[in-house]
């Protein structure tokens, strides 16, 4: 086999493997998000049994544990740029996300707004912080 | 750190896309490379000059 074959082979795998791994993120965190709202709304609507619930719960973290070994196998396939990109966008969502989740908490504790402080806000926060620091860090180096 | 990436990349007719396969990173890590913007670990800095047969130090230039 040539170098050349060999190389086109060895980045098309690469490639591919990428691509792979990005979508089982996706899968995995559809999953994730549907097992979330069965707990949710199937509590609710669907059964009274607390035992359901329990077992219900149960597949929604076991679900949760894989989209996170899913989207933590995506980073370590990502080359160099991709990986610094990734890190820098999750230190900035870190960061932000318990600065700002303190501060919104102290606004409950405080009575300075007049709902309770919901995790969810602060899961919705984290979400749109992640994505718009990898689209600004991956302008910034392109 | 500059670079000159780009000229020896140009005078062997190679896209950016082939030199990123050849050396397994994506086209975005060779754009920011040769735009100064990302500087390479040394395992790739090895893989760029071997792709253009010459040593790091003819690759890249060091800016204190």
Same mark, same amino acid.
């Given at each position: 086999?040539?170098?050349? /074959?060999?190389?086109?082979? *060895?980045?098309?795998?690469? %490639?591919?493997?990428?691509?792979?791994?990005?979508?089982?993120?996706?899968?995995?965190?559809?999953? @994730?998000?549907?097992?979330?709202? /069965?707990?949710?709304?199937?509590?609710?609507?669907? @059964?009274?049994?607390?035992?359901?619930?329990?077992?219900?719960?149960?597949?929604?973290?076991?679900?949760?544990?894989?989209?996170?070994?899913?989207? #933590?196998?995506?980073?370590?396939?990502?080359?160099?740029?991709?990986?610094?990109? $990734?890190? &820098?966008?999750?230190?900035?969502?870190?960061? /932000?996300?318990?600065?700002?989740?303190?501060?919104?908490? $102290? /606004?409950?504790?405080?009575?300075?707004?007049? $709902?309770? =402080?919901?995790?969810?806000?602060?899961?919705?926060?984290?979400?749109?912080?992640?994505?718009?620091?990898?689209?600004?860090?991956?302008? *910034? +180096?392109? | 750190? %500059?670079?000159?990436? *780009? &000229?020896? #990349?140009? =005078?062997? *007719?190679?896209?950016?896309?082939?030199?990123?396969?050849?050396?397994?990173?994506? #086209? $975005?890590?060779?754009?920011?490379? &040769?735009?100064? %913007?990302?500087?390479?670990?040394?395992?790739?800095?090895? #893989?760029?000059? =071997?792709?253009?047969?010459?040593?790091?130090?003819?690759?890249?230039? +060091?800016?204190?």
């Amino acid at each position: 086999m040539s170098s050349e /074959l060999y190389i086109n082979q *060895k980045s098309n795998s690469m %490639k591919s493997k990428l691509i792979e791994s990005r979508n089982r993120v996706a899968k995995w965190s559809v999953a @994730w998000i549907l097992t979330t709202a /069965l707990v949710t709304f199937g509590s609710q609507f669907l @059964w009274e049994s607390q035992i359901i619930t329990v077992l219900t719960i149960i597949l929604s973290l076991a679900v949760g544990v894989g989209m996170v070994m899913a989207n #933590r196998n995506f980073v370590n396939e990502g080359d160099e740029l991709q990986r610094k990109i $990734q890190l &820098e966008s999750m230190g900035l969502t870190l960061g /932000l996300s318990v600065v700002v989740g303190i501060a919104y908490a $102290q /606004l409950d504790t405080t009575d300075l707004i007049a $709902q309770d =402080a919901e995790i969810s806000f602060l899961v919705l926060f984290m979400g749109l912080t992640y994505i718009l620091c990898v689209f600004f860090n991956a302008r *910034k +180096y392109s | 750190m %500059k670079n000159n990436i *780009k &000229e020896l #990349r140009n =005078a062997i *007719k190679l896209t950016q896309g082939d030199l990123a396969e050849r050396i397994e990173v994506s #086209r $975005q890590t060779i754009n920011a490379i &040769e735009k100064g %913007k990302f500087d390479p670990s040394l395992p790739t800095a090895f #893989r760029l000059a =071997a792709v253009f047969n010459c040593t790091i130090e003819e690759l890249f230039i +060091y800016e204190s």
